[in-house]
């Protein structure tokens, strides 16, 4: 059975055992990845379409507050290893996942596969595969997935195709945003994914995965992966994605081309796959989350000097969930930023800010510096936090006041307050 990606937002075949695509898609790679929330979703697409016509559709929605399960249903043509083609396969999958813990989910999807031709050896047969994702730090996400873990061994005459059990594990991390100079790219990532066959572990298949959005919101953007096969030349996918905002809902449409002419693409040759992806939230959430910040001022002693330190305290509740276990996190971003106050008190350029997904620090500890870690010069400075849920719904707080003062004394290096 071809290992190959299919025409989703994803738009790569690396990462799957984080499922960084975090949609329905998912089941078909790790099913611990599934992350709907309280959105229904439908997916439709074509994988390879260069290679025959394979067609596949899923839907999906949230089961309860900490899991979600998908159902679908694929028709694959693609020859697979042109060495050894194998007949057009057809089938059922359905998955789900729980959040088990904080920062880890579980998961496990079982699927129907075969030719059509009755049941058994030359027919119709059941895999399953199971998986978990792990966030145990900040933007860093560890997958690990089995695949086949129930072996149908099904397939075409006279011999079959059997399907045999095969590992994978993925690293990779996320940011909200990633500032370059005259760039600011949204919800970037980086995966290494490792995949090989029960029967040949040091045959293993590496593949290296980057994406990024271009436009606020992550309304645009791109991924491309590089695969390295065992004994096989290297290939490569890429694809874009669009993200359109449609009523509560939105519509994901994905394009991807894969170099092909190794088997783990599923394809003889170069191929195209597309996909459109519907989502809707099945829960109106109207009440932005509860947002404050507050700041210490502080000194430290460095090189025989004081510096002013300033301890920024954090809190973010989703006040829709906020009587849920757990309803905290459902925090999906957050942001302070501190500008520096110009004359006659207009706003200035933006010197430091701090991003994050999730539940924010309790405490965030600043020394006055800017982004390049230079000192920044007395004056008065601005800051201000907001954080945002799945729905977006965003809570921002007042802009407060700041003043940084030189020379440094324990009685008033630094004052804080709100603008009057």
Same mark, same amino acid.
Request: proline residues 8%; hydrophobic residues 40%.
């Given at each position: 059975?071809?290992?190959?990606?299919?025409?989703?937002?994803?738009?790569?075949?690396?990462?799957?055992?984080?499922?960084?695509?975090?949609?329905?898609?998912?089941? @078909?790679?790790?099913?611990?990845?599934?992350?709907?929330?309280?959105?229904?979703?439908?997916?439709?697409?074509?994988?390879?379409?260069?290679?025959?016509?394979?067609?596949?559709?899923?839907? !999906?929605? *949230?089961?309860?507050? %900490?899991?979600?399960?998908?159902?679908?249903?694929?028709?694959?043509?693609?020859?697979?290893?042109? #060495?050894?083609?194998?007949?057009?396969?057809?089938?059922?999958?359905?998955?789900?996942?729980? #959040?088990?813990?904080?920062?880890?989910?579980? !998961?496990?999807?079982?699927?129907?596969?075969?030719?059509?031709?009755?049941?058994?050896?030359?027919?119709?047969?059941?895999?399953?595969?199971?998986?978990?994702?792990?966030?145990?730090?900040?933007?860093?996400?560890?997958?690990?997935? $089995?695949?086949?873990?129930? #072996?149908?061994?099904?397939?075409?005459?006279?011999?079959? @195709?059997?399907?045999?059990?095969?590992?994978?594990?993925?690293?990779?991390?996320?940011?909200?945003?990633?500032?370059?100079?005259?760039?600011?790219?949204?919800?970037?990532?980086?995966?290494?994914?490792?995949?090989?066959? #029960?029967?040949?572990?040091?045959?293993? $298949?590496?593949?290296?995965?980057?994406?990024?959005?271009?436009?606020?919101? !992550?309304?645009?953007?791109? %991924?491309?992966?590089?695969?390295? +096969?065992?004994?096989?030349?290297?290939?490569?996918?890429?694809?874009?994605?669009?993200?359109?905002?449609?009523?509560?809902?939105?519509?994901?449409?994905?394009?991807?081309?894969?170099?092909?002419? @190794?088997?783990?693409?599923?394809?003889?040759?170069?191929?195209?796959?597309?996909?459109?992806?519907?989502?809707?939230?099945?829960?109106?959430?109207?009440?932005?989350?509860?947002?404050?910040?507050? $700041?210490?001022? $502080?000194?430290?002693?460095?090189?025989?000097?004081?510096?002013?330190?300033?301890?920024?305290?954090?809190?973010?509740?989703?006040?829709?969930?906020?009587?849920?276990?757990?309803?905290?996190?459902?925090?999906?971003?957050?942001?302070?930023?501190?500008?520096?106050?110009?004359?006659?008190?207009? *706003?200035? *350029?933006?010197?430091?800010?701090?991003?994050?997904?999730?539940?924010?620090?309790?405490?965030?500890?600043?020394?006055?510096?800017?982004?390049?870690?230079? +000192?920044?010069?007395?004056? @008065?400075?601005?800051?201000?936090?907001?954080?945002?849920?799945?729905? !977006?719904?965003?809570?921002?707080?007042?802009?407060?006041?700041?003043?940084?003062?030189?020379?440094?004394?324990?009685?008033?290096?630094?004052?804080?307050?709100?603008?009057?």
């Amino acid at each position: 059975m071809p290992e190959a990606p299919l025409g989703t937002a994803a738009a790569s075949f690396a990462g799957g055992g984080s499922g960084h695509d975090g949609g329905i898609s998912a089941v @078909f790679d790790n099913p611990a990845a599934l992350s709907i929330g309280e959105e229904f979703q439908v997916e439709a697409g074509l994988m390879g379409l260069s290679a025959g016509l394979s067609p596949y559709l899923l839907f !999906g929605s *949230a089961a309860s507050a %900490r899991a979600s399960y998908a159902l679908g249903y694929f028709y694959d043509a693609r020859p697979g290893n042109p #060495e050894d083609p194998v007949n057009p396969r057809q089938g059922l999958i359905a998955g789900a996942s729980w #959040e088990a813990a904080p920062g880890l989910s579980l !998961g496990a999807s079982v699927r129907s596969l075969g030719t059509g031709a009755g049941v058994g050896r030359d027919g119709f047969g059941i895999d399953g595969d199971a998986g978990m994702v792990a966030s145990p730090w900040g933007p860093l996400r560890i997958g690990v997935t $089995v695949r086949n873990l129930l #072996e149908s061994g099904v397939g075409h005459e006279p011999d079959g @195709f059997e399907t045999h059990r095969s590992y994978g594990a993925a690293l990779g991390a996320s940011k909200s945003h990633l500032r370059l100079p005259g760039l600011t790219l949204h919800h970037p990532d980086a995966y290494y994914e490792w995949r090989a066959a #029960e029967s040949a572990l040091g045959s293993a $298949v590496h593949a290296f995965s980057l994406a990024s959005a271009f436009t606020p919101g !992550g309304r645009l953007g791109f %991924r491309g992966t590089w695969l390295l +096969p065992p004994g096989g030349d290297p290939g490569f996918a890429i694809g874009t994605f669009l993200d359109l905002p449609a009523g509560r809902g939105g519509i994901l449409c994905g394009y991807v081309f894969h170099s092909g002419h @190794f088997r783990e693409t599923g394809d003889a040759g170069p191929s195209h796959s597309i996909s459109i992806r519907f989502r809707r939230r099945g829960k109106t959430d109207p009440i932005p989350p509860w947002v404050e910040v507050r $700041v210490d001022k $502080v000194l430290i002693a460095a090189d025989g000097k004081e510096i002013p330190q300033a301890h920024f305290h954090l809190q973010a509740t989703d006040r829709t969930h906020s009587g849920e276990s757990g309803g905290d996190g459902r925090i999906k971003e957050w942001t302070l930023a501190i500008r520096k106050v110009g004359e006659k008190g207009l *706003a200035g *350029a933006e010197v430091k800010s701090y991003h994050g997904m999730d539940l924010p620090p309790r405490v965030i500890r600043w020394r006055a510096a800017d982004e390049a870690g230079m +000192p920044l010069p007395p004056g @008065f400075y601005a800051f201000r936090f907001s954080a945002s849920d799945p729905a !977006g719904n965003t809570g921002t707080t007042a802009w407060q006041l700041m003043e940084i003062r030189n020379p440094v004394s324990e009685a008033d290096s630094m004052r804080t307050g709100a603008p009057p």
